[in-house]
């Protein structure tokens, strides 16, 4: 059994490998050519738990369980990352433990991945701008993969600290090239949206935030924060008014976007156009026409975690890295 740090999964998994093998995973759930996956949610004091199960098939069956603790003061008191965990990787067909690994660095990529897999489905293939509302670790990555998709020039940046809004344009900038802007309160926001054909939500935002109204014709929205039931931050009528392509429906159903238009009476789940495996595997069509609005409901799998956790392990093993460790001895 290996065990690989963080700095090892980072150096053993690339944005441009993950993408490729996100994708590969969403095109194998909708062939079936993978286990099903599951999904539960813990309350604690300051935060929860998530925890996410899946399987795919790469050079054999694997099966995947990634834990991460999700408290999101954790920087403002203790100095720590805001979310921590872990995964567990085993042979699908044997229960054969494989791996244990950090699971941050699989987190924020395959979690970009997936946003880069449903643009490049289901945004306008010459959107330029594109206006990123969490100016973390995600929303840095976030940019990053959809720089590789799609041709953009001009990117917003929206949060709640404006240090860290500025910092991040400032950076991001720096490393991709492009013009980077801060937008620092609502008004800025809203000339933000008013201006992008692209735009990507990850934050931990509990109330909606994203107005049907500033949303432009043919616009490509992938709403990443809503991981958990009390997250939202799209209007339920922006939902109901648009195309609507989720991760996994059955997850959505409980803990995403989806989760608060249904509540609302304003959707239902047969209102979904697709999963993003089915388009993938052309099963379902994506983006059909320029002007129609396109939203990814993202509340991030164990499938996209089990790929990226197998593809790390089939290169550890064959470049010979990772600490090998029994537990049986």
């Known amino acids: 059994m290996l065990l690989l740090n963080r700095r090892e999964v980072s150096e053993l998994l690339s944005l441009d490998h993950c993408i490729g093998v996100v994708e590969q995973a969403f095109k194998a759930y909708a062939e079936r050519d993978a286990l099903g996956t599951g999904m539960l949610h813990l309350a604690a004091p300051d935060g929860e738990f998530h925890v996410k199960a899946g399987s795919i098939r790469f050079n054999r069956l694997y099966f995947a369980l990634k834990v991460n603790g999700s408290f999101f003061r954790n920087s403002e008191r203790f100095g720590m990352p805001n979310i921590q965990g872990a995964i567990y990787l085993a042979d699908a067909e044997t229960g ?18 997936a946003t880069a897999v ?27 993969a959809l720089k590789s998709v799609l041709p953009l020039k001009r990117a917003y940046a929206f949060g709640r600290s404006e240090a860290k809004v500025h910092s991040f344009a400032s950076e991001m900038s720096e490393e991709l090239k492009i013009e980077v802007r801060s937008a620092v309160d609502s008004d800025n926001l809203s000339e933000a949206l008013r201006q992008s054909s692209v735009v990507v939500t990850c934050t931990p935002s509990t109330q909606p935030f994203i107005r049907q109204g500033d949303i432009l014709p043919g616009s490509f929205i992938a709403a990443v924060g809503a991981d958990s039931p009390h997250k939202q931050e799209l209007e339920m009528s922006l939902l109901s008014s648009s195309k609507v392509v989720v991760d996994i429906l059955d997850q959505c159903v409980r803990v995403g976007e989806l989760h608060h238009a249904i509540a609302g009476g304003l959707m239902k789940r047969e209102d ?5 495996g089915e388009i993938v595997a052309g099963i379902k069509t994506g983006r059909i026409t320029q002007d129609e609005i396109t939203i990814f409901d993202s509340t991030g799998t164990a499938l996209q975690d089990a790929a990226a956790a197998a593809a790390i392990y089939e290169k550890a093993t064959k470049q010979g890295q990772g600490t090998k460790f029994s537990l049986l001895s």
């Open 118 to 144: 449903a643009a490049k489905y289901l945004a306008n293939p010459e959107s330029s701008t594109v206006t990123i509302c969490g100016c973390g670790n995600q929303g840095r990555v976030q940019l990053r």
């Open 272 to 276: 979904v156009h697709a999963e993003l």
């Open 96 to 113: 054969l433990p494989l791996a244990l690994m950090d699971s941050i660095e699989i987190t924020l990529k395959r979690t970009a991945a």
